[in-house]
């Protein structure tokens, strides 16, 4: 299969508008089958879920088409995973439609590491019910952003696919039609982190649009998926604590424009911005995240130091901005290793999602992630597994823990450490991973009308 990246062109869109759409090449009876297919299971069992794909197998076309896998390719890299998080949402007639909102699995980052597909089987016009949203509101954390009034739906004909950036404002547009309208979800997310552009790209630097703000976030977001190492843009000529006082401006545009500012300047910034890290506001203190993420590697040492000796600092905010920075923390990987057994609950689930972005230094990262399969925490054992599938082939020693995990309360856990075992591929591995399958595998033909 030849995948269809995007081009330079639909790249800068995503990065602004935060979604792209493609069609899929196959015919209108296909979607036809897929939709029928669809209101058996509804009418007789009810919404499949996490089993859409079993219950309605043919799906799994619309996910491996061309120009469906070009576009996952080019927004999150080769390597992405499909999580196994699905749902099939469903627009009766005559619905109001939901408010406007972000999914609760939201990370408030910038960088593009997690993505949706929504693919409708059928035509959905706007009185159909789309999905509605708000383009370029995946930067902010404010209801749909600053200007919620530029809402527009994402309307199709059957086979439409639309790629959405996880943190997009969106929502369940009225159905003012007498037809129902599905909308299948899937959840993607990248494993590794840019080392070089993933669509077909002919342009290395930014172009610059005729816009008053953001401007320079998106120039930052072009080069983090382009793989340029953060640190490296040149410093600006600017007052170092009015950009400090911004960061706690009421108008987001404001506070991202003083980040990534701060975050052009670099290391005389490193100080102020770890300090701004004590703030009493988590949305000061995430700012202060987001222009210390742009720095990069010259923010690592002290970051570090703050992770070890806190003197006030938000630990838990430490640990998600070295694991934002990536590949260029390397040298955090031993602090955060030792922040998983951390009493802060917070902290840990960061720590653990950390060291899977960062990666490398397996023999320290590893050992401590097999700890934390076994956290009391949900989502702490959730980030682990999903830190250890990014980890990858390294991760050969977790293999043991890997397979008592198998049997983990949490679907996600479970799952997320089955596509670990894939991605180390040993033969003890593998076979791990085939007793696990063939027990909990799935037989779609299987309903309560026809049990055996």
């Known amino acids: 299969m030849i995948a269809k990246k995007l081009n330079d062109a639909q790249m800068r869109d995503f990065i602004l508008n ?23 299971v509804f009418e007789k069992e009810g919404n499949p879920g996490n089993n859409l794909l079993p219950r309605i197998p043919a799906v799994q076309e619309i996910l491996v088409d061309p120009a469906v896998h070009g576009a996952l390719i080019s927004v999150l890299g ?27 699995w939201t990370r408030r980052r910038h960088p593009t590491r997690w993505v949706m597909a929504l693919y409708y089987p059928q035509n959905t016009p706007e009185e159909r019910g789309p999905t509605g949203i708000v383009p370029g509101s995946q930067y902010y954390n404010t209801r749909a952003g600053e200007d919620g009034s530029r809402e527009i739906p994402l309307s ?29 979800k899937f959840l993607f997310t990248r494993l590794e982190e840019p080392q070089s552009p993933s669509w077909d790209s002919e342009q290395e630097a930014w172009e ?46 404001v506070c991202f424009d003083a980040a990534y500012t701060l975050g052009a300047i670099g290391k005389p910034a490193v100080s102020a911005l770890v300090d701004t890290l004590k703030h009493p506001s988590d949305i000061v203190r995430r700012n202060a995240s987001y222009a210390l993420s742009a720095i990069g590697a010259p923010a690592v040492p002290e970051l570090i130091e703050a992770l070890s000796h806190s003197n006030g600092v938000n630990q838990a905010d430490v640990a998600d901005t070295l694991g934002d920075i990536g590949p260029s923390a390397q040298e955090a990987v031993p602090v955060l290793a030792e922040a998983l057994a951390d009493e802060s609950v917070h902290l840990r689930r ?44 390294h991760a050969q020693e977790a293999l043991p823990a890997l397979k008592a995990a198998l049997t983990d309360e949490n679907r996600y856990v479970r799952a997320n450490c089955a596509h670990t075992l894939h991605r180390i591929g040993t033969p003890a591995a593998k076979d791990a991973l085939l007793d696990f399958l063939l027990i909990s595998r799935w037989c779609p033909s299987t309903t309560r009308e026809s049990t055996f």
């Open 350 to 393: 960061n720590a653990a999602e950390a060291l899977g972005i960062i990666g490398g230094s397996p023999s320290v990262a590893v050992p401590a992630l097999i700890e934390g399969l076994r956290d009391a925490d949900e989502w702490v054992k959730r980030n682990t597994s999903l830190a250890l599938a990014r980890i990858g082939a």
């Open 78 to 104: 080769p390597n992405y995973y499909m999580h196994p998080h699905r749902h099939c949402h469903y627009n009766p007639p005559g619905s109001k439609g939901q408010n406007i909102h972000k999914d609760s």
């Open 156 to 184: 199709g004909e059957a086979g439409t696919v639309v790629i959405v950036h996880y943190d997009l404002w969106h929502r369940a547009m009225p159905n003012r039609s007498d037809e129902k309208r599905y909308m299948m």
């Open 208 to 253: 610059p649009i005729d816009h008053p703000k953001d401007e320079t976030m998106w120039t930052y977001l072009w080069d983090w998926h382009y793989g340029q190492e953060n640190g490296k843009r040149s410093g600006a000529d600017a007052s170092i604590p009015k950009l400090i006082e911004a960061l706690e401006d009421k108008s987001e545009s």
């Open 18 to 40: 935060g979604y792209v759409t493609v069609k899929t090449d196959h015919p209108r009876d296909f979607h036809e089958a897929i939709f029928k297919q669809t209101e058996t």
